[in-house]
């Protein structure tokens, strides 16, 4: 089991910035994607970011130019930088891990999720 550690969500102005952090800790040897995803009260969850191993990047049209995710395969961690945040952009954002490969685990890997990081956006 792959317990995801996410932080650096907060509260932050209008225009202002954050960086999400997510971390997956273990004997992993290979992730083959990380991303952020989120929700906001009364919506489904969305993707925002996704990030491969060779480092090819989507994103979701609503956060295009403004947000960058980035991510350390050494470390099994990745990064979302946030900026220009709009009030829209509040939500809990969630890290996602696809097809973890743990030593000594399932041939094929796994999937898993971090519990979340509120980020609050005030205008």
């Known amino acids: 089991q792959v317990q995801l550690v996410e932080s650096g969500g907060g509260l932050v102005q209008a225009g202002g910035s954050l960086t999400l952090s997510c971390a997956a800790p273990g004997l992993i040897y290979r992730i083959d994607a990380m991303g952020w995803y989120r929700q906001a009260p009364g919506k489904e969850r969305e993707s925002v970011a996704r990030?491969?191993?060779?480092?090819?990047?989507n994103y979701a049209d609503s956060v295009k130019g403004r947000f960058t995710i980035s991510r350390d395969n050494g470390k099994n961690t990745v990064y979302q930088r946030m900026s220009s945040l709009k009030p829209e952009d509040a939500a809990v954002y969630y890290c996602?891990?696809?097809?973890?490969?743990?030593?000594?685990?399932?041939?094929?890997?796994?999937?898993?999720w971090g519990k979340g990081t509120l980020v609050t956006v005030s205008s």
């Open positions: 990030i491969t191993t060779a480092g090819m990047t």
């Open positions: 996602n891990a696809e097809s973890v490969w743990v030593v000594g685990g399932p041939v094929g890997g796994t999937d898993y």
